[in-house]
Nanobody, 114 residues
Framework: QVQLVESGGGAVQPGGSLRLSCAASGTFSGFEDMGWYRQAPGKQRDWVATITGGGDTSYADSVKGRFTLSRDNTKTIYLQMNNLNPDDTAVYYC?????????WGQGTQVTVSS
């Protein structure tokens, strides 16, 4: 059974940084593309960033220049988030795609507040 587990969320002041991690478990060869989505209270889930199997990255305009997505292997990714602001407050969900099937983690809370 494939599972995605996020870690690294928490509370931080505006201008601060956090690093999210996502690790997949299960007996499988890994994901093709991986990335992050986020959902703020009362809002829909929005795409944040994606990294392909070849290592190419793409970002939502709202996080470009502040967030960096990296990948250890086909099962582990990281999201370095710098210069956080209150609009970044949300539950962050890790996502992985394999043979046109999407897998999701349970989410980790990020709160940016003074």
């Amino acid at each position: 059974q494939v599972q995605l587990v996020e870690s690294g969320g928490g509370a931080v002041q505006p201008g601060g940084s956090l690093r999210l991690s996502c690790a997949a478990s299960g007996t499988f060869s890994g994901f093709e593309d991986m990335g992050w989505y986020r959902q703020a209270p009362g809002k829909q889930r929005d795409w944040v960033a994606t990294i392909t199997g070849g290592g190419d990255t793409s970002y939502a305009d709202s996080v470009k220049g502040r967030f960096t997505l990296s990948r250890d292997n086909t099962k582990t990714i990281y999201l370095q988030m710098n210069n956080l602001n209150p609009d970044d407050t949300a539950v962050y969900y890790c996502w992985g795609s394999r043979f046109h099937t999407d897998y999701w983690g349970q989410g980790t809370q990020v709160t940016v507040s003074s």
